[in-house]
């Protein structure tokens, strides 16, 4: 059973920083494209970034592109999201999780294995 499990979220003012990481168990770690999600209170969880398996090739939603970035590092079985420029808007719990190279970058079908998520509260 893969477990993920994310980290780096808090309190933090707008405008500051924050890179959220999610390192994930097992040896296959390599082969996953890997998406943050978040979810805002009362509202349905949303992608927010994907990555491929080597890195080669982002997604980031439009609503944050230019301000969120994806990255990974292999071997550390890790996934980052760095978070810049933050906004009260931005406040959810954010989630990584994975799915299998065949999937589309940008669709949120295929998606597997959840973290139990770390919240992220932005006050203006």
């Known amino acids: 059973q893969v477990q993920l499990v994310e980290s780096g979220g808090g309190l933090v003012q707008a405008g500051d920083s924050l890179r959220l990481s999610c390192v994930v168990s097992g040896r296959t770690f390599g082969s996953y494209i890997m998406g943050w999600f978040r979810q805002a209170p009362g509202k349905e969880r949303e992608i927010v970034a994907a990555?491929?398996?080597?890195?080669?090739?982002?997604y980031v939603v439009d609503s944050v592109k230019d301000r969120f970035t994806i990255s990974r590092e292999n071997a550390k079985n890790t996934v980052y999201l760095q978070m810049n420029s933050l906004k009260p808007e931005d406040t959810a719990v954010y989630y990584c999780?994975?799915?299998?190279?065949?999937?589309?970058?940008?669709?949120?079908?295929?998606?597997?294995?959840w973290g139990q998520g770390t919240r992220v509260t932005v006050s203006s």
């Open positions: 999780s994975k799915k299998a190279s065949g999937f589309s970058l940008r669709s949120t079908s295929g998606y597997t294995s």
């Open positions: 990555i491929t398996p080597t890195g080669s090739t982002t």
